[in-house]
Structure formats: structure tokens, C-alpha cells
């Protein structure tokens, strides 16, 4: 009998309370090497609480992250950073003033000391190019990021991650707020991703989700609703309920409000 591979990211019993709101009621799950699993659910469900836990950015009232086997609970975001772990925001975080190349530059340079950060480069590394090249930012990177349109910052934001060379990416709505063209490139980006990452996504567009979700967890008031395939989660009278707050045709496509955690 095959033995059943370990996930790479194992959260267990995770509980998050603040004062007397408890933002995350006993959250288990389980994400496998080279997954691309998406995360929905309605507003205030838990899931960018639940990032932060994985993160580090919030530490847990109770419950375990193991990651790769080890266990990350409460270890700051700079330990779960190193340990292979990055993460996107809702809005775009660059260096505006930096050059293109240079925000992936200075991400690549994480894990160096200090005197060699020092030492001014020159013209693009090998690492840097590959990374614009994979993102579509290649023929911009002597740009200053602070030009980028939305898409692209994000992009550049996805691209920095990658040149630190994590196993897990943590994206939170990355396509909010994209055009119809930025939104295909950015699934086609995360599908090519998923072939060497492991990339966990937050997301409110469905449509989006249809077209390139794989495996899809559902969370409302902080626990875990469901798990499946989009159809499965889709066709799910609880997801509905949970969404539209009454019984629908199965078919037709749930709408997703804003988040707010």
C-alpha cells in the first residue's frame, strides 16, 4: 500500500479569538505539495486572519501550523519567511522609487549579510531576469515601479516572492480590482506557478475561481463550511445559503461580496 504523502501545510484545531469575538473557530486543513487551492467565503469568514496565523502576523489562541513537517506556530514572520513561506497583500506593496528589477533585486538579497547588500550590482543577474521574464515584467525592469499600472504592481509583488524562492505562496485577492485581460494573465501566471509552488489564494471573483481553481475551501464564521472541486462547492445548498442567504438553482453562479476582515 502507497503511503499517503505528508501536506506541506497542516493546520489543526486553529482558533483565533479577539476580546470576545472568536475570528477563527477550530480551522483543520490540509494543503499538498504543488496545490493550487483557493479560499472563499463571505465577509468576516476568517480568511485573512487565517493567512496571518500561517504568516505569522497573528499568533494563535490555540491549534498548530506545521509546515513541511515542522511546527511554525508563533514563530515571527521573518522565521516563517526564511522557513519558505511568502505572502501578497491586498494592495501591492513595492518600493515605488526603485526600478523594476531593482524590487526583485532586493528581495533575491533577503537571506545576505549586510556587507554584501552593500556592494552595488551591476546590470541584471541571471535570477532577477528569469524571474521578470516569468512574471511578464522583463521588458520593463529598468522602469520605476511607481509607473506600473495596478496588474503589473502586483505582478512585481508575485515576482519578489518568487526570487526569494519560497515552497508556499499566500496570495490575498490578487486580482481585485484587475482589468479582464490582467485577471487571465495573473490564472495563467498562477496555474505555471502551481507546477513548482504550492500557492494558496484568497479570492472573491468567481468567475475567476471557475476558470482556474482547482481545489476550493469555503469559510464561514471562522470554520471550515466545506471542501471540493468548484462544481462540487458550487452545487453545495450550504454555500449557497451561506452566499445569497436562500436556495438557487445550482447552476447559476454565486455572487461574492467585498472582504471584510
Avoid at 2 to 25: K, M
Avoid at 104 to 125: F, I, K, T, W
Avoid at 163 to 173: G, I
Amino acid at each position: 500500500m502507497t503511503p499517503v504523502a505528508e501536506p506541506l501545510l497542516r493546520l489543526s484545531g486553529i482558533r483565533v479569538v479577539f476580546g470576545s469575538f472568536t475570528a477563527v473557530d477550530g480551522v483543520d486543513l490540509s494543503v499538498a505539495e504543488n496545490e493550487l487551492r483557493f479560499l472563499i467565503g463571505p465577509n468576516g469568514a476568517g480568511k485573512t486572519t487565517l493567512i496571518d496565523v500561517v504568516t505569522g502576523r497573528v499568533r494563535p489562541s490555540g491549534g498548530r501550523v506545521l509546515f513541511g513537517g515542522r511546527d511554525i506556530t508563533g514563530l515571527r514572520e521573518h522565521a516563517i519567511v526564511r522557513a519558505g513561506i511568502g505572502r501578497t497583500f491586498q494592495t501591492a506593496t513595492v518600493f515605488e522609487q526603485l526600478t523594476v528589477a531593482d524590487n526583485v533585486d532586493l528581495a533575491a538579497c533577503y537571506r545576505m549579510g549586510p556587507l554584501r547588500l552593500l556592494r552595488r550590482r551591476r546590470g541584471l543577474s541571471d535570477t532577477v531576469a528569469a524571474v521578470l521574464e516569468r512574471v511578464g515584467l522583463l521588458a520593463l525592469a529598468d522602469r520605476p515601479a511607481g509607473v506600473l499600472s495596478h496588474g503589473q504592481r502586483q505582478w512585481l509583488e508575485i515576482g519578489m516572492l518568487l526570487a526569494q524562492s519560497p515552497r508556499l505562496l499566500l496570495l490575498d485577492e490578487p486580482v481585485a480590482g484587475m482589468s479582464a485581460g490582467e485577471r487571465e494573465r495573473t490564472g495563467e501566471l498562477l496555474v505555471e506557478i502551481a507546477a513548482d509552488h504550492t500557492v494558496v489564494v484568497v479570492e472573491h471573483d468567481m468567475d475567476f475561481l471557475r476558470r482556474y481553481a482547482r481545489d476550493v475551501t469555503v469559510l464561514h464564521e471562522g470554520r471550515v463550511l466545506t471542501e471540493g472541486t468548484v462544481a462540487q462547492v458550487q452545487a453545495d445548498e450550504r454555500v449557497q445559503e451561506v452566499y445569497l442567504g436562500r436556495n438557487v438553482d445550482v447552476a447559476a453562479p454565486l455572487a461574492v461580496g467585498a472582504e471584510g476582515e
